[in-house]
């Protein structure tokens, strides 16, 4: 979804990535039915913490504020967590994901951004059915110089079925309610609460060149991605709550557990 000419890289397989990605949230929505219908209420208590471990630390925190903006610094060991949970979102290998955030961020609403609900349809943005974004090398080059990044994009689909298969090993249902069922979850505030509703309906705190817009309602039910006019207007501040009225949930762990 990103282009880059003349540079050896696992990155450039990025068009055969995607299309992976795309048939593991197609795997994961299945097992999802599946197990909801042959489970009992207990395994429930798995999707919080899938959540929470993996679509907030791992994807809000760790893929989108502390990769693709680098908003704020922290510990390796940490570093190392935040960097790789992310990757049981099932969205793609983290810094692919990052890439093309960032060509969002310079594309915004506008004729080249990848998943503009002003652009194309919103129901393409909900689906993922993006447009191919278009990126120089200069804006990401940052990012393939860390192992970790790279290493976790080059093995990004072994690294998934090996964890799916431990965890079957246990018991079937516990990728299911742990990995499947909390990515469809965050797929849905992702893709379509932020990229479509945050930027139709809401308010706005700053004049940006966009029409990104904070919406209290995303913010709650996403646990801190719907202030995103205050993202937009400053992408590389890790805290969103910039009136100190507004609730940053993920700022506020950030701060007191990820900072240094």
Same mark, same amino acid.
């Given at each position: 979804?990103?282009?880059?000419?003349?540079?050896?890289?696992?990155?450039?397989?990025?068009?055969?990535?995607?299309?992976?990605?795309?048939?593991?949230?197609?795997?994961?929505? %299945?097992?999802? %039915?599946? !197990?909801?219908? +042959?489970?009992?209420?207990?395994?429930?208590?798995?999707?919080?913490?899938?959540?929470?471990?993996?679509?907030?630390?791992?994807?809000?925190?760790?893929?989108?504020?502390?990769?693709?903006?680098?908003?704020?610094?922290?510990?390796?060991?940490?570093?190392?967590? %935040?960097?790789?949970?992310?990757?049981?979102?099932?969205?793609?290998?983290? $810094?692919?994901?990052?890439?093309?955030?960032?060509?969002?961020?310079?594309?915004?609403?506008?004729?080249?951004?990848?998943?503009?609900?002003?652009?194309?349809?919103?129901?393409?943005?909900?689906?993922?059915?993006?447009?191919?974004?278009?990126?120089?090398?200069?804006?990401?080059?940052?990012?393939?110089?860390?192992?970790?990044?790279?290493?976790?994009?080059?093995? +990004?689909?072994?690294? %998934?079925?090996?964890?799916?298969?431990?965890?079957?090993?246990?018991?079937?249902?516990?990728?299911?309610?742990?990995?499947?069922?909390?990515?469809?979850?965050?797929?849905?505030?992702?893709?379509?609460?932020?990229? $479509?509703?945050?930027?139709?309906? !809401? +308010?706005?705190?700053?004049?940006?060149?966009?029409?990104?817009?904070?919406?209290?309602? $995303?913010?709650?039910?996403?646990?801190?991605?719907?202030?995103?006019?205050?993202?937009?207007?400053?992408?590389?501040?890790?805290?969103?709550?910039?009136? !100190?009225?507004?609730?940053?949930?993920? !700022?506020?762990?950030?701060?007191?557990?990820?900072?240094?």
């Amino acid at each position: 979804m990103f282009t880059r000419e003349n540079l050896t890289h696992p990155l450039n397989k990025q068009k055969n990535h995607q299309i992976g990605v795309r048939l593991l949230l197609m795997f994961n929505h %299945i097992v999802a %039915i599946i !197990g909801l219908l +042959y489970s009992s209420m207990w395994w429930f208590l798995c999707v919080p913490v899938g959540f929470l471990l993996f679509g907030r630390i791992g994807g809000e925190i760790g893929t989108h504020r502390y990769i693709a903006h680098g908003s704020f610094k922290t510990t390796k060991i940490k570093h190392f967590l %935040i960097s790789t949970l992310g990757i049981f979102n099932c969205f793609g290998s983290p $810094v692919s994901w990052a890439i093309v955030h960032r060509s969002h961020h310079i594309n915004s609403d506008k004729e080249l951004d990848p998943h503009s609900p002003h652009v194309i349809s919103w129901w393409k943005v909900w689906l993922i059915s993006w447009q191919k974004a278009e990126l120089q090398l200069k804006h990401y080059v940052d990012l393939l110089k860390d192992p970790i990044h790279i290493t976790c994009h080059k093995y +990004y689909f072994l690294i %998934i079925f090996t964890t799916f298969v431990l965890l079957s090993m246990i018991d079937w249902r516990l990728p299911v309610f742990l990995i499947c069922i909390p990515s469809c979850i965050t797929l849905f505030g992702s893709a379509f609460l932020v990229n $479509v509703v945050c930027h139709k309906w !809401g +308010y706005r705190n700053f004049d940006t060149s966009d029409k990104s817009k904070n919406n209290w309602l $995303v913010n709650d039910l996403t646990l801190g991605n719907g202030l995103h006019n205050n993202h937009h207007n400053d992408p590389s501040n890790w805290n969103e709550n910039v009136t !100190g009225k507004e609730r940053d949930y993920c !700022g506020w762990f950030i701060k007191n557990y990820l900072k240094i």
